[in-house]
């Protein structure tokens, strides 16, 4: 039975990923700085904070003795300031990187002998279309998903042919985090839901996203033998909202 590893796994995309990975007759384990609510049976669940090396390590070998590989990894910790740029503070600024981008490179590191075992295996980064286009109020978490595409591109080269990085850019999906993140002002609406309507009807597919919609695209990144070709890509997934210029 595969292997994988999920980051950031107790709710949203995560949650989501980790369920549909089960469904689909993989091991799972579940990492989370948060303890995760009552893990579907065959989750191994585990409280790491991702940006810790010393965490890191430890849980990679508590992985590397129940299971002695991997077959996926699926960096998707992150947090998120909702700042201007001149009052995000250096710490503020240093923990959304820490976690975000540091996390993926300290778990991928640790990772990597057991992705070796697997003979073929995947990591698929969750970066975000904030990589690719971004707005007001948020600079600190898109340079860190800037900087995790980046990542992708060097990880595929360095790691080919047997471990393939890519990467997820999701758009905005109905998470806790876009909830909050919709207090920056980017949206008209003066409830949430009001401003959920009216950030829907900017993309072609006219809905919000749903975490199983990246989960979806994480387990076909993850897949040899329906995108065992592809390497080093960010695949978007926004409902089409980046596709339309913003003069129209």
Known sequence: MPVVLVTGA????????????RREGWDVVAWD????????????????????PDQVEAAMGEVARAFGRLDALVNNAAVQITKPFEATTPEEWDRVQAVNLKGAYLVSRAAYPLLR???RASVVHVA??????????????????????ALTRAMAIEWAPDIR???????AVDT?????????????????????????????A????RPEDIAQAILFLCDWERAGFIYGHGLVVDGGATIRLSTE
């Open 206 to 209: 006219r809905r919000i996203g």
């Open 165 to 171: 990085v890519n990467a997820v850019l999701p758009g």
């Open 33 to 52: 700085v948060q303890p995760h609510p009552e893990p579907p049976p065959g989750v191994r669940a585990m409280q790491v904070d991702v940006s810790q």
């Open 117 to 119: 075992a697997a003979g």
């Open 128 to 149: 975000s279309v904030h990589a690719l286009a971004t707005s007001a109020h948020i600079a600190a978490y898109a340079a860190s998903k800037g900087g995790l595409l």
């Open 10 to 21: 107790a709710g949203g995309i995560g949650r989501a990923t980790v369920e549909l990975f």
């Open 176 to 204: 806790a985090m876009l909830r909050a993140g919709l207090s920056r002002g980017h949206v008209q609406g003066e409830t949430v839901e009001q401003r959920l309507k009216a950030l829907a009807e900017r993309t072609v």
